[in-house]
């Protein structure tokens, strides 16, 4: 356990569905982070939220909409997605947002688009 | 660009020595990590190193970092069947939040 808890640990979601994937860390850590981990290829940062701020957006499609309510949650809200969305969705966080603070994982969502 | 490399597998017998190899290219980088990715769970922190270290040993894992030819490697001794798991290299560009990870190297270990 790592602290970082993420549900649902998988989804299957059709193209025309809205659906919404959540993060809690019970850190106190100030920054969260989603990343999109598909097969054979590098885990992808989408985005950085520290003190509930948005501090980064990799260029990630507008069909991704996140949301941080307060520093322990982070959400992710899914609408008309594509298949090739479909991939493992890890939610991570850290006391600060520069690489002094090691990243806390969660065990991700396994999202299929069908 | 911001590239970073690993081979994807690696096999070996248990109460071998694993080593795993990865290559980076931005040179600004001020910290390097390795992760470990057990089926079914998120990255794991392993160990880090800072950018101006060329070694560093936490029991039974050795980090090396060659700065000249940005190379780090992760040396596991007595790996056990535990270990089997993907490892993931990840580097810390001086700009901007974000960590690049390779894409992982599956360890596979048999007794």
């Known amino acids: 356990e790592t602290g970082v808890t993420q549900t649902p640990r998988h989804l299957v979601m059709g193209m025309t569905n809205k659906k919404s994937l959540k993060c809690e860390q019970h850190?106190?850590?100030?920054?969260m982070y989603w990343y999109k981990q598909s097969a054979k290829k590098p885990l992808e940062l989408m985005f950085v939220?520290?003190?509930?701020?948005?501090?980064e957006n990799n260029s990630v499609p507008s069909r991704f909409s996140p949301e941080c309510p307060n520093s322990s949650h982070l959400f992710l809200h899914l609408h008309t997605l594509q298949p090739e969305d479909s991939a493992l969705y890890l939610c991570?966080?850290?006391?600060?947002?520069?690489?002094?603070?090691?990243?806390?994982f969660g065990p991700g969502t396994r999202l299929t688009v069908t | 660009g911001e590239d970073v490399e690993q081979s994807l597998f690696l096999s070996v017998r248990e109460g071998d020595s694993s080593v795993i190899n990865c290559t980076y290219t931005?040179?600004?980088?001020?910290?390097l990590y390795w992760y470990k990715q057990e089926p079914g769970a998120g990255l794991q922190l392993l160990t880090y190193?800072?950018?101006?270290?060329d070694m560093k040993q936490d029991q039974r894992l050795t980090v090396l970092l060659n700065k000249k030819d940005k190379h780090l490697s992760l040396r596991i001794a007595d790996t056990q069947t535990g270990d089997s798991a993907i490892y993931f290299c990840?580097?810390?560009?001086?700009?901007?939040?974000?960590?690049?990870f390779g894409k992982g190297t599956t360890l596979s270990v048999s007794s």
């Open positions: 991570a966080s850290s006391q600060g947002d520069s690489a002094l603070y090691e990243q806390y």
């Open positions: 850190l106190g850590h100030n920054a």
């Open positions: 939220y520290s003190l509930e701020e948005r501090v």
């Open positions: 931005d040179s600004s980088s001020t910290y």
């Open positions: 190193i800072f950018s101006n270290m």
């Open positions: 990840a580097e810390k560009p001086q700009a901007g939040t974000a960590l690049i």
